[in-house]
């Protein structure tokens, strides 16, 4: 399960993760299982999302195109998950990218109870096991602040009925987008921080907390660069960098000689 709110970059982020696995590329320092990639895109037009990953393949430098058969309609069918099942258990893809997840429930009446939720992903999850098929399904999360998979648009039977949920944000302290996965036999991992460079490329930036203190360190030493002679004191009102972190921040710096304090 892929969740985000609108504009942070969802199926962006899902479209990196079919090119690398069509190619064969490492993804986020992970290796892929190349296979064949399909995409069901039921709110895009064919004709925009063809032209978006032709740009992103070219963006990876691949000469060929990979695997990837793509099934755009912005059309509402009746019985979809049906028909795109068929297409699975015929083809037998490695990944399959639904998107968004919504448009394939279409028996789903009420998204907030947690077992009309889990009998409408019972379908879905039996396919992926059947087929043998990874099944990435793009979902939105809630209006709200809510952390963790609580964030997940709707009930929590969503999250409750995948293996894995990815969790993208926008940080707007650091400007970066952040990940968290939340899976049942993996480790709590770090937030990993990542943005998308001019080519919708997906750009690993590290942890959002070295992010975050490395920017506080661009910042620190461009205002200090602007106002030579500036007291701690003015520091603390001007630079913007929080307090708690403005101390450590100022004694890292100066035993790494890359400012003076007098």
Known sequence: LLVAKQKVGKSTFAANIAVAVAAGLPFLGHKTHQGTVHIYSLEVHRAFIREQY????????????????????????????????????????????????AKVLDKLVDANSYLEVYRAMRPVIQ???????????IHHSNKGVSEGTDSVMGSVGFA??????????????????????????????????????????VEELGSRDTV???????????????????????????SGIPHDMLGPLIFRLVNAFKIQQD
């Open 54 to 101: 032709r740009k992103l393949i070219a963006a990876y430098g691949l000469t060929s195109a990979p695997d990837i058969m793509i099934h755009a309609s912005t059309r509402i069918f009746d019985n979809a998950l049906e028909t795109i099942a068929d297409i699975i258990m015929e083809q037998k893809p490695c990944l399959v990218i639904l998107d968004p997840l």
């Open 212 to 238: 975050i203190k490395l920017g506080a360190e661009q910042r620190l030493l461009a205002h200090i660069g602007a106002n030579p002679g500036i007291s701690m004191a003015e520091l603390k009102l001007s």
């Open 160 to 201: 409750a009925s995948v293996d894995l949920t990815m969790m993208l944000r926008r940080d707007r302290e650091a400007n970066i987008r952040t990940l968290d996965i939340e899976a049942r036999l993996l480790p709590e991992s770090d937030t990993i921080a990542f943005d998308f460079d001019d080519n919708r490329m």
């Open 127 to 137: 396919l992926a096991e059947e087929s043998n098929t990874h099944i990435l399904c």
